[in-house]
């Protein structure tokens, strides 16, 4: 359901919320979550653009949150990078369906209900998990 985007962009997240006060190089990051440097460099942009991330350049630099991962929800992750589409009109343009046709409308309930759950969870609380498994990123 999630773009590889949006994957990439809550290890990023999550990777940056675990080091809070410390920049993390791309190189790191890249390393840490298994997302191809090029491609991270991209997701951070948009992260950067939705300004939940900001870059500090020169010796001790990199990228960090710009908000408190606490502050921030998972849905904010994603819409800055690949927004759930929603369904307000019928996809196949057809005129006659001025209301959603039966499957389309289940499928908006569906998308519906993932935003609301997204944005019930914060990159916080992900990190603050009792869970012995450090969210979305590798751990040496």
């Known amino acids: 359901m999630l773009s590889k985007t949006a994957e990439y962009a809550l290890r990023a997240v999550t990777c940056m919320g675990s ?5 993390a190089s791309a190189d790191v990051m890249a390393e840490e979550t298994k997302v191809p440097r090029r491609y991270l460099h991209r997701v951070l942009q948009d992260l950067a653009a939705a300004g939940l991330v900001r870059s500090r350049s020169g010796p001790g630099g990199g ?14 992750v994603v819409n800055a990078v690949a927004p759930l589409e929603r ?22 309930r569906a998308y519906e209900q993932t935003e609301v759950a997204f944005a019930g969870v914060t990159i916080g609380q992900l990190l603050k998990s009792t869970s012995p498994i450090t969210p979305l990123r590798e751990v040496k």
């Open 19 to 23: 080091r809070a006060g410390c920049p």
């Open 63 to 76: 990228y960090e949150l710009d908000i408190n991962a606490s502050d921030i929800t998972i849905l904010d």
């Open 87 to 108: 369904i307000a009109t019928c996809p196949l343009g057809l005129k006659s369906h001025t209301s959603l046709c039966p499957l389309h409308a289940e499928l908006d």
